[in-house]
């Protein structure tokens, strides 16, 4: 409440001169003061920015903030991150309270919102370096000005798990940052799988997949991705991002899967990934068992599947989902 308070607080400080002056107008006219709609999402935003770069202009009467871009990206500069902290502190508890009591349908529609690089080192930065929610609320943030969540999923927490790896290897992130980092955009991505309710309840005639990292990956965010894909998409998934060779040949023996889905972080690792392939078949109890490779190497060699012995391969979540659907289904019995 203390959020909610405070904005509302400045907020009337704020409007209190534009409405007297408006009123004294008005009176002089015979008119009666009428009261505004209030702000939407989007119009907060343009108004907040507006406000922390010095570009505001004095509005007319009854006239709304102009509709942009939101500016929820920050660059080095503090006007930036100030920013960021006044969508996660006041904007989001203010549209809580606010949209609380206006109904859905008239609500206006926010203008499309184009997820960019900013936005990605942004929850980038705040993933490796903010607090334990700051990830959280900038996407719930995004979200609300606009964003879908497959936009989230595909144009934000993957390239920003891709960029953590390459601040990684730059020695620009420390181990310490990167694993921190991809846990809380793991959470991310439970917690938004479970506020929109969208994974399919599997029946008798879903697929089953099992997906796993290669033995060894330090960093292994891409699978617990790809297992949230094909949730969704109505398959019975088991996702394995730790386990050895040993514990996934055993998974494969006792129990029918469909699909083994690997994920492959290095190029060194992919003549002894073959070697294990042909093993994972051998000890499938479906002996039609159809493999797929992906992960980083996914989309740096165009033949990975081939050096791998694999059947396909993808370099995203959602094309490995519908390689998958196709290749399961031209093997599996009618």
Known sequence: ????????????????????????????????????????????????????SGRLAPLDDGERPRLTSPHLVASNTSQDMQLSRIVE??????????HSAQPLQDRPPLPPLTLTTEHVHTLARLAAEGDAD????????????????????????APCARWMGEMWEEDRYDFSQVTIGLWRLQRVLHEQG???????????DSHRALLAAVPGAQHTFG???????????????????????????????????????????????????ASAILDMREASANRDLFVMVGGPMAGELANLAALCGADAMASEACSAVEAANAGVSSVRPA
């Open 1 to 52: 409440m203390v959020a909610g308070w405070t904005i509302n607080r400045l907020a009337k400080r704020q409007q209190a001169p534009r409405a007297m002056a408006a009123a004294s107008r008005g009176a002089a006219r015979g008119q009666l003061p009428i009261q505004a709609d209030p702000l939407t999402l989007a119009e907060m935003l343009a108004l907040k920015s507006a406000e922390l």
């Open 194 to 204: 479970s506020r929109f309710n969208q994974v399919a309840r599997p029946d008798a």
């Open 223 to 273: 699978v617990v991705m790809a297992a949230e894909f094909f949730s969704r998409a109505g398959w019975d998934v088991e996702c394995e991002p730790k386990a050895d060779w040993t514990d996934l040949r055993s998974r494969l023996t006792g129990n029918w899967f469909d699909m083994f889905g690997l994920s492959i972080a290095t190029g060194d690792s992919i003549p002894h990934v």
């Open 134 to 157: 700051s990830a959280s609320s900038y996407v719930r943030a995004l979200l609300d000005a606009g964003a879908s969540q497959e936009q989230v999923f595909l144009d934000l927490l």
């Open 89 to 98: 502190l006041e904007i989001i508890p203010r549209l809580m309270l606010m």
